[in-house]
């Protein structure tokens, strides 16, 4: 097998030599290194044909292989992500981040394939959605872990998930459910960060954010405008209702980090909300909603709730936690045009897992270049 080297080559072997002992044959531990390699290369479609052209195949088998039926186990190459991840970046007030996004396929073969919405496209579509968890720590973000979505109608259907490798244990869980999963990981694992934050997909969710609150864990969830909230009392009113009672005083301007055209500047306002808190410690504690307004005429308005020890929640503070979101959304983008996140042709339970894992594992290490160069 012939293996091209590139400048980032001595990153790879480091992080391969850690995959390694995932491997009890010395072909398929030989060739995921030239699967990293690939995918951090600069040919064009990185699926299956012109990975194996890259690393000198003359077929794909050898990569179909890797990614089918070779033994190792891609969960543990996820605890490796991880810990590579917080190696470079670990922060104790950084930022872990939910995101789903969609990959368009053909057919109805691959795992959990529908047509539903997919925010890569923009619109319904057949296609998958995975669940991901993205680390914005010291100095740059990474992606830490992921699960692939299941709709209802596959769980249903167990003859079509044994078909596509789908393990009898994996029952239905919603994305919210899947975020809960992958931050009780992290936290489990002893991963450094201050806040959770996502989209209103996982802040509409009352389970995961009365989770993280038993945890202590702090966040700033986005949620709709008519979510209901303790408001002077335990009286529910809307989050949009909560904003327009707030006097001119109660907002202020502030950036939610550079953006590509400045300064994302809007104005904001942090309510402090009711809550039943029965001892001191629980009343170290604050529940809030932020809102933002947009600059325009039209002053657009998105909404947060926020749970944080009082003493960290300011609004700058919860403001640069809001703003932090968009670095999943930066990830996303990367990971698809650098590093081939979407470019499988594989359609188990087990391929997918594979090969996103070490699409995941090739970004972190442009990352970690990056953060090493910033560093000199």
């Known amino acids: 097998m012939t293996v091209q080297v590139q400048p980032w080559s001595q990153e790879l072997l480091n992080v391969h030599s850690r995959l390694a002992r995932l491997f009890k044959r010395p072909e398929p531990k030989a060739r995921v290194l030239g699967y990293l390699q690939g995918l951090l290369s600069n040919i064009e479609r990185k699926n299956s044909w012109q990975l194996a052209e890259f690393i000198g195949d003359a077929s794909p088998d050898g990569v179909q292989h890797l990614l089918e039926r070779a033994h190792w186990d891609a969960q543990l190459a996820r605890d490796i992500l991880r810990d590579y991840v917080i190696e470079h970046l670990g922060d104790e007030d950084a930022v872990l981040i939910v995101d789903e996004t969609g990959f368009l396929k053909k057919g109805r073969h691959s795992a959990g394939v529908k047509r539903q919405y997919s925010g890569t496209a923009g619109r319904i579509e057949n296609s998958q959605v995975a669940v991901f968890l993205h680390y914005a720590g010291r100095g740059g973000g990474a992606f830490i872990d992921r699960q692939l979505y299941l ?7 167990r003859a079509r998930c044994q ?9 239905f869980e919603t994305k919210p459910q899947l975020a809960l999963r992958m931050i009780e990981r992290a936290l489990e694992a002893g991963v450094p960060c201050g806040w959770v934050t996502g989209d209103a997909v996982y802040g509409g969710d009352r389970r995961l954010r009365a989770w993280l609150e038993s945890r202590q864990q702090a966040f700033v969830l986005a949620i709709a405008r008519n979510e209901p909230l303790w408001w002077q009392g335990p009286n529910y009113a809307s989050a949009e209702a909560i904003a327009r009672s707030q006097a001119a005083s109660a907002w202020q301007r502030l950036s939610a980090g550079a953006g590509a055209k ?35 005429e ?13 003493e960290k929640a300011s609004c700058a503070k919860v403001v640069e936690v809001a ?12 990971t698809k045009g650098e590093c081939g996140l979407d470019h499988y042709e594989v359609r ?12 995941l594992l090739a970004h972190a290490v442009l990352v970690a270049l990056r953060v090493q160069a910033q560093k000199k």
């Open 348 to 359: 188990r339970w087990q391929g997918w897992y594979r090969h996103i894992t070490l699409s």
């Open 151 to 157: 709709p209802k109608e596959w769980i249903e259907d």
């Open 163 to 171: 078909d596509a490798g789908i393990p009898s244990s994996v029952g």
């Open 298 to 310: 039209k002053s657009e308005h998105a909404y947060y709730v926020v749970y944080a020890p009082r």
């Open 262 to 296: 400045g300064e994302r500047l809007y104005d904001w306002a942090l309510v402090p909300l009711w809550r039943l808190q029965l001892d001191e410690q629980e009343r170290r504690w604050g529940h809030y909603l932020l809102v933002r307004r947009s600059l325009c």
């Open 323 to 334: 703003g932090r979101r968009w670095e999943i959304e930066v990830g996303f983008e990367a």
